[in-house]
């Protein structure tokens, strides 16, 4: 059984920086994709940014060039640096895994996490 735990989030003014970690237990965390989708208040889960097991890496165009996400294999976790935040991307942001190539699409992946809450306030 895989198992994921996120990290990192929390109430930071518009602006500001918050680092997100996903933990991952259970499977051959080097050979997944990891990815980390959102959810928005009365809205539904998106696409935030993901990583292939390569490294390759894939961002949603709201977020592009703002957030990195990055991966350390060695300590089975993923990265979501988020810089420049603002009001829009309050929302609880959940990580990922599935197997094979990257994907935007929720329902590809296969494991998830609790979630973490991250609250962008002006």
């Known amino acids: 059984q895989v198992q994921l735990v996120e990290s990192g989030g929390g109430l930071v003014q518009v602006g500001g920086s918050l680092r997100l970690s996903c933990t991952a237990s259970?499977?051959?965390?080097?050979?997944?994709?990891m990815g980390w989708f959102r959810q928005a208040p009365g809205k539904e889960r998106e696409f935030v940014a993901c990583?292939?097991?390569?490294?390759?890496?894939y961002y949603a165009d709201s977020v592009k060039g703002r957030f990195t996400i990055s991966r350390d294999n060695a300590k089975n976790t993923v990265y979501l640096q988020m810089n420049s935040l603002k009001l829009e991307d309050t929302a609880v942001y959940y990580c990922?895994?599935?197997?094979?190539?990257?994907?935007?699409?929720?329902?590809?992946?296969?494991?998830w996490g609790q979630g973490t809450q991250v609250t962008v306030s002006s």
């Open positions: 990922g895994a599935k197997y094979g190539s990257w994907s935007r699409i929720g329902s590809d992946y296969d494991y």
């Open positions: 259970g499977r051959a965390f080097s050979s997944s994709t």
């Open positions: 990583i292939t097991w390569f490294t390759g890496t």
